[in-house]
C-alpha cells in the first residue's frame, strides 16, 4: 500500500482543494452571479455530455487500464496505445455526420420543456468529445504509475478557470452567454494540456502500426465496457438530464448545489481509485488473488473511515451550510444531500469492488449489472420525480445504489471468494450512527459560520479518538503513530 498511500495523499489533498474551489464556484459564485436557468442550463449540458461520453470514446480509458499491463513487449504496448487513440473515430465521425443531418430534431426534442437548451445543443456532443480523450491520455499516464498531474488538472485547473469565468461574469466582462462558450473553451484547453503531458510521459514509437494480437479480445471488452460506462454515466448524471424534462431548468441548479454538497463525501474514493485501479488490473492479470483481497479490504475500512467523517461534518451543519449559501429558494436541497450522501458512503465501503469486476473475467457481469442499475434509476427518477419533485431524483439515486451495490458485493463473493468487511466495518459504522443522531438535531444559537466550526471540531475529535481508539484501520494507526506521534 505504499505508492498507493502516497499518491492517494496527494490525489486527495488535490481533489479537496478541487473540490473547495468547486465548493466556492457551485455554492457561491453559481448561486449568485449567474442566473438560475443559465445554471442550470451549465449543469444540464455537462451532465448530457458525460452520459454521451463512454459511447464516443469507446470505453478506451478502461481499456487502457485493462490491458497495458498484460503487454510485455514494448512493440505491442505501442500499437495498443495507438489503437486506442483511433478506435474511438470510428464512432465519433459517423455520429457527428448523423447529428448534423438530425440536429434540428434532436435540439427540439431537448428543449421541448425549456426553450434554452436548443441553442446550445450541439455542446454536449463536443464537450463529450473534450471529456472523453481528456480520460483517454489521463489513463494513459495513469498506466505508468502517474496520476498526480492529470488528477490536478481535472479538479482544480478547470474549476480555477470557471471561477476566473464567473468573476467576469460578475464584472460584466462576459455575458451568461459568452460564459457558455468560454467553459467549452476550457475543456478543449484541459484536454490539451493532459495530452502534452501523456506524450511526454511515454511516447509510442511505431515505425510499421499494426492492430494487437488480442484486438478481438479488446473490442469486446470494450464493447461491454462503453455499454456499462454508459449505464454507469446514466447513473451519475440522468437525474439532472431528466428533470429538465418534467420540470423547470431551474429545479435542475437547486438540486446540483444538494447533490455538489453529497458528492464531498465520494473525495476520498476518487483519490484513491486513481491508483488502485491500475494496480487491480495488475494484480489480477498476474493471478495474485491474496494482494487483490488485501487491496479489496484495506480500501474498504480506510474510504468508510474517511468518507464517514465528511459524512458526519456534512449532514450535522447541512442546516448551517444553506444558512450561509443565503438563498432560500436552494435550501429544498436538505433532504436531497442526506440521500445522496448516504449512498456516497456505501459506495465507500465497496473499496475496489467495481476495479475488482471491470478488470477480472467477469467484466461482462459489470456490463448487465449496469445496465440493470441505468434502466431502473431512469424508471425510479420519472415515477419519483413526478411523485415528490427534484427529492424523487436523490431517493431513486439511493434505492439503486443500496440495491445493485449489495448484488455486485454478493457476486463478487460467490466466485472469487471475497469481501471487503470485517468487525471493525461494524464498528464505524456503529459509530457513525451514533455521532450522526448525537449532533444532527443539535442547533447552536450562534452564528452559523461559528456553529459549524464548533461542531466540525467536536466531531472530529470524538470520531478520530474512537477510529484510533478501537483500531479499526491499521493504515491510519501507523499514520498516526509515525505523524502524530513522531
Known amino acids: 500500500?505504499?505508492?498507493?498511500?502516497?499518491?492517494?495523499?496527494?490525489?486527495?489533498?488535490?481533489?479537496?482543494?478541487?473540490?473547495?474551489?468547486?465548493?466556492?464556484?457551485?455554492?457561491?459564485?453559481?448561486?449568485?452571479?449567474?442566473?438560475?436557468?443559465?445554471?442550470?442550463?451549465?449543469?444540464?449540458?455537462?451532465?448530457?455530455?458525460?452520459?454521451?461520453?463512454?459511447?464516443?470514446?469507446?470505453?478506451?480509458?478502461?481499456?487502457?487500464?485493462?490491458?497495458?499491463?498484460?503487454?510485455?513487449?514494448?512493440?505491442?504496448?505501442?500499437?495498443?496505445?495507438?489503437?486506442?487513440?483511433?478506435?474511438?473515430?470510428?464512432?465519433?465521425?459517423?455520429?457527428?455526420?448523423?447529428?448534423?443531418?438530425?440536429?434540428?430534431?434532436?435540439?427540439?426534442?431537448?428543449?421541448?420543456?425549456n426553450i434554452i437548451i436548443k441553442k446550445y445543443s450541439y455542446f454536449i456532443f463536443l464537450i463529450a468529445i473534450l471529456m472523453g480523450y481528456f480520460e483517454v491520455f489521463y489513463a494513459w499516464s495513469k498506466v505508468q504509475l502517474q496520476s498526480v498531474f492529470g488528477n490536478f488538472i481535472r479538479e482544480i485547473f478547470g474549476r480555477v478557470c470557471v471561477t476566473i469565468l464567473l468573476f467576469l461574469v460578475y464584472l460584466d466582462w462576459l455575458n451568461s452567454e459568452e460564459f457558455i462558450y468560454s467553459m467549452v473553451v476550457v475543456y478543449a484547453l484541459r484536454m490539451v494540456i493532459i495530452k502534452i503531458y501523456a506524450f511526454q510521459i511515454y511516447f509510442p514509437k511505431v515505425k510499421h502500426f499494426s492492430m494487437p494480437s488480442n484486438i478481438k479480445e479488446i473490442l469486446s471488452f470494450s464493447f461491454y465496457i462503453i455499454l456499462a460506462g454508459s449505464a454507469g454515466s446514466i447513473l451519475l448524471e440522468i437525474d439532472k438530464f431528466m428533470i429538465p424534462q418534467l420540470e423547470k431548468i431551474e429545479q435542475v441548479a437547486y438540486y446540483s448545489v444538494g447533490v455538489f454538497i453529497a458528492t464531498v463525501i465520494g473525495i476520498p474514493s476518487r483519490a484513491m481509485q486513481q491508483i488502485v485501479n491500475p494496480l487491480t488490473a495488475k494484480e489480477l492479470n498476474e493471478g495474485n488473488l491474496n494482494n487483490v483481497e488485501s487491496l479489496y479490504k484495506k480500501t474498504s475500512i480506510n474510504l468508510l473511515i474517511v468518507g464517514g467523517l465528511f459524512f458526519l461534518l456534512i449532514n450535522v451543519n447541512i442546516n448551517e451550510i444553506y444558512l450561509i449559501i443565503d438563498k432560500p429558494e436552494y435550501s429544498i436541497g436538505i433532504y436531497i444531500v442526506l440521500m445522496v450522501s448516504i449512498a456516497e458512503l456505501f459506495k465507500l465501503s465497496l473499496g475496489t469492488n467495481g476495479a475488482i469486476l471491470t478488470n477480472s473475467k467477469y467484466y461482462k457481469m459489470f456490463f448487465y449489472f449496469s445496465i440493470a442499475m441505468a434502466i431502473s434509476v431512469i424508471v425510479l427518477n420519472k415515477i419519483f420525480i413526478e411523485w415528490i419533485g427534484i427529492e424523487g431524483a436523490a431517493l431513486a439515486t439511493l434505492v439503486v445504489v443500496l440495491i445493485f451495490g449489495l448484488i455486485k458485493l454478493l457476486y463478487v463473493r460467490s466466485k472469487l471468494k471475497i469481501h471487503p468487511y470485517s468487525n471493525s466495518t461494524k464498528i464505524v459504522l456503529i459509530i457513525i450512527v451514533i455521532l450522526f443522531f448525537a449532533f444532527y438535531f443539535w442547533e447552536l444559537p450562534i452564528t452559523p459560520i461559528l456553529s459549524i466550526v464548533l461542531k466540525s471540531i467536536i466531531v472530529s475529535l470524538l470520531f478520530s479518538v474512537l477510529i484510533v481508539k478501537f483500531r479499526l484501520s491499521e493504515d491510519i494507526n501507523n499514520l498516526v503513530r509515525k505523524y502524530l506521534f513522531k
Not at 25 to 40: I, K, P, S
Not at 89 to 112: E, H, Q
Open 1 to 113: 500500500m505504499g505508492v498507493v498511500l502516497h499518491q492517494s495523499f496527494k490525489n486527495t489533498l488535490i481533489i479537496f482543494i478541487g473540490f473547495t474551489i468547486g465548493g466556492i464556484n457551485v455554492l457561491f459564485l453559481y448561486t449568485h452571479f449567474l442566473q438560475a436557468e443559465y445554471f442550470g442550463l451549465v449543469t444540464f449540458l455537462l451532465s448530457a455530455s458525460n452520459i454521451l461520453m463512454p459511447l464516443l470514446i469507446f470505453g478506451m480509458q478502461h481499456t487502457i487500464i485493462k490491458f497495458y499491463s498484460s503487454y510485455k513487449d514494448r512493440l505491442d504496448r505501442d500499437n495498443f496505445l495507438v489503437t486506442a487513440l483511433l478506435l474511438p473515430l470510428f464512432i465519433i465521425i459517423p455520429l457527428a455526420l448523423v447529428g448534423t443531418m438530425f440536429y434540428d430534431y434532436i435540439s427540439d426534442l431537448l428543449s421541448r420543456e
